[in-house]
């Protein structure tokens, strides 16, 4: 299962001391930490894991959440696990993707229409407005800010903003300069961009296969992710449901693990 932190329902958290430009990059409120704790009873109301890996990427709203989820899930099972939970960190940069779209390497999306173009722009040029509006701050702050920037920065100012902001045009189009290159490549395309997390779940498998049982695994990531395990990981593209907008906070994605033939 891939989770995602929840910065505290679009609160607004002072921004770590790691962060760029001053934006409070989704770091964990009171209020997160809560509907993590949340989640993680939600996770263990049906079964109760007799072992729990829980992997967090080496983010403070990652590992936070990771901590929270431990803490509801434990409490959920009550006596019938007494054994302490581990947040695994050391490598947790395996867990994040390893490009973005435009670095080289990252499979290159079709080509846009001037249309689509000007769309795109317009959505980032109308959103930078917005943001410096409401922060008070000059546009040339955030005016030459991506699309994936800009949708963080967005999402991590959400309570600052009460929804005056319109996020869903960002949103959705974060998700597709993600997205839309991964479901148009095969997998070995998406290999250079989420391979090492991936190469875990392939493992937990494994274990599973030989025998071994790997409980509950967790692993808590980024939004980014969970997009690129959502669109790389299945060979039939059409097969899937896609929701085609950036994720919502504690979004989560699980994998089942099914063995065909006789092996």
């Not at 395996?94 to 079709?110: H, I, S, W």
């Amino acid at each position: 299962t891939v989770v995602l932190p929840r910065p505290g329902d679009g609160w607004y958290a002072p921004p770590a001391m790691s962060s760029s430009a001053g934006f409070p990059w989704g770091e964990l409120t009171a209020e997160g930490v809560q509907q993590m704790y949340l989640l993680g009873q939600s996770l263990c109301k049906e079964a109760a894991p007799s072992t729990w890996q829980l992997r967090s990427a080496g983010l403070g709203r990652c590992v936070s959440a990771a901590q929270a989820l431990a803490w509801g899930g434990l409490e959920t099972q009550g006596d019938r696990y007494a054994k302490p939970v581990e947040v695994l960190v050391s490598g947790g940069e395996a867990l994040l993707p390893q490009l973005r779209p435009g670095d080289e390497g990252y499979p290159e999306p079709f080509e846009e229409s001037l249309e689509e173009v000007a769309s795109r722009r317009a959505v980032q040029a109308t959103l930078a407005e917005r943001l410096a509006a409401e922060m008070d701050i000059p546009l040339e702050d955030v005016a030459d800010l991506d699309a994936d920037e800009l949708c963080r920065a967005a999402v991590a100012l959400e309570g600052l903003t009460k929804g005056v902001v319109d996020l869903r045009p960002i949103r959705r189009l974060n998700y597709r300069s993600w997205a839309m290159p991964l479901r148009q490549s095969d997998l070995s395309s998406a290999v250079p961009v989420i391979g090492p997390l991936i190469s875990e779940m392939i493992r937990a498998f494994d274990a599973a296969l030989e025998g071994s049982d790997p409980g509950l695994v967790v692993y808590v990531a980024d939004a980014s992710s969970l997009v690129c395990i959502e669109n790389s990981m299945s060979s039939d593209a059409s097969s899937r449901i896609i929701s085609d907008t950036w994720p919502a906070d504690t979004e989560s994605l699980s994998l089942e693990l099914s063995q065909s033939g006789s092996e």
